[in-house]
Every structure is written in C-alpha cells, then in structure tokens.
C-alpha cells in the first residue's frame, strides 16, 4: 500500500513558476514508477508527466514540454513537478499517482494503482 500526499499548490500569474510536490508512504516507493496527472473543471483527467524507478526516464504531455519537469528524490520519498512559464490553461487539480506494473511509462491513468487527494494551481492572466 502506498499513501500519496501532494502540496505546494497555489495561485500564480501567467508567466510563473510552481513546484509541487508529492510525499509517500511506505518503503516500496523506489519500486513504483510515478506520475503527475490534473484534471479542470468540466473535462476529464489528462496525463501531465511521469517519471521511471530510478528517475532516468522521463514522459511529458505535449502540452508541457519544455516548461514542467518532473523528478524523485528516492531517499525522501518524494516525487516533483517543477512547473515554469505557466499559463491559464495550466489550471488544474493536480494529481500524482503511483504505478507498480513492470510496463514502461504509461500516459493512460489505468496503469496507476495509487492516487493522491490532489492540489490545486490557479494561473491567472
């Protein structure tokens, strides 16, 4: 069993930055691959980023590319979302999950077994 835990959400300008982070329970953390979805008001939940058991393998939404990066800290338990030059449609409750499968990255929130309640960001312009 695995707890998530998200913060660091908030309200920021277009333009800005936000780091959230994702705590976890248990000792199997290092052994889950992980990933960060959000989902806005009136649309489904879509996939954000996602990060392999020894962070060396990286996925991103087209959508967020070359402005969010993801990271895990294995030692702390923790996974990352360092997320620049954000803009209005970023707006979201962001969600992290974990994924135990042996299946390479997945971008499909089917694979992920665990969830966090999720924090909210608010860009505005």
């Known amino acids: 069993q695995v707890q998530l835990v998200e913060s660091g959400g908030g309200l920021v300008q277009a333009g800005g930055s936000l780091r959230l982070s994702c705590a976890a329970s248990?000792?199997?953390?290092?052994?889950?691959?992980m990933g960060w979805f959000r989902q806005a008001p009136g649309k489904e939940r879509e996939f954000v980023a996602a990060?392999?058991?020894?962070?060396?393998?990286?996925l991103y939404a087209d959508s967020v590319k070359g402005r969010f990066t993801i990271s895990r800290d294995n030692a702390k338990n923790t996974v990352y979302l360092q997320m620049n030059s954000l803009k209005p449609e970023d707006t979201a409750v962001y969600y992290c999950?974990?994924?135990?499968?042996?299946?390479?990255?997945?971008?499909?929130?089917?694979?992920?077994?665990?969830w966090g309640q999720g924090t909210q960001v608010t860009v505005s312009s």
């Open positions: 248990g000792r199997t953390f290092s052994s889950h691959k």
């Open positions: 990060i392999s058991w020894g962070g060396g393998r990286t």
């Open positions: 999950a974990a994924d135990k499968s042996p299946q390479g990255l997945s971008s499909r929130a089917g694979p992920y077994d665990y």
